[in-house]
């Protein structure tokens, strides 16, 4: 249990260190924040995208009876 309240009280000492110290620069916290909200939002766009064209199946009855052009392999196979 101390270990525990060690651990809590230093957490909360270098979160009030790391708030500090952003304060202090808030041209470089701005341009992280706006990174970080561009990459989640790029990852999200990208994991959408693909999700709807690779991962899910295709709206036909009979998706075993498609071939892909070229390979000569049924979906499933591709």
Not at 66 to 71: P, R
Request: glycine share 8%; charged share 15%.
């Amino acid at each position: 249990m101390d270990l525990l309240r060690r651990l809590a009280g230093s957490c909360a000492q270098d979160f009030r260190f790391a708030v500090r110290t952003l304060s202090k620069t808030p041209g470089f916290t701005a341009i992280a924040a706006l990174s970080i909200a561009l990459g989640i939002g790029a990852n999200t766009a990208i994991f959408s995208l693909i999700d709807a064209v690779m991962w899910r199946m295709l709206p036909v009855k009979e998706p075993a009876g498609l071939w892909v052009v070229g390979d000569g392999m049924t979906y499933q196979e591709y």
